[in-house]
């Protein structure tokens, strides 16, 4: 099967917003790249990410080289009805799209291209002094 057809069935499924994000956090090694429609940070081996909430109608996504800041999205939080998830057009890569919805239009505001798909189930975290990184 190629991997339009794998696309083409694949369904999106839907999640809030928080849990997203909560998930996110622990999962920064796995940004592929994330943006918006007018930009796109790109994730490259010398770079780190850095995600955290300003306050609680700011959310910041930073990638960054060393102590340099590379790039930074800001995510407004109370704006994003739901993330949609699926499948990416690379092989391993998995599309979150943080879409806001009004009565007029529904727009993709930010996206992330994961590494690997949402798991629902906890990952256990490493042992003595691993922080809140999640293991693969």
């Not at 190629?2 to 694949?10: E, L, V």
Request: charged share 25%; proline share 4%.
């Amino acid at each position: 099967m190629s991997t339009t057809s794998k696309r083409m069935t694949a369904v999106a499924t839907t999640m809030a917003f928080p849990k997203f994000w909560t998930w996110l956090q622990g999962h920064v090694n796995c940004i592929v790249r994330a943006g918006t429609p007018e930009a796109v940070l790109f994730d490259h081996e010398d770079f780190h990410w850095t995600i955290f909430a300003e306050d609680e109608t700011t959310y910041l996504v930073q990638v960054a080289r060393g102590k340099e800041l590379v790039g930074e999205l800001v995510v407004f939080p109370t704006e994003i009805a739901y993330v949609q998830t699926e499948p990416g057009e690379q092989d391993g890569e998995f599309v979150f799209e943080c879409v806001i919805e009004t009565e007029s239009a529904r727009e993709v505001a930010y996206h992330f291209v994961m590494a690997h798909e949402y798991e629902a189930a906890e990952h256990p975290r490493t042992q003595g002094g691993g922080g809140d990184k999640w293991t693969h």
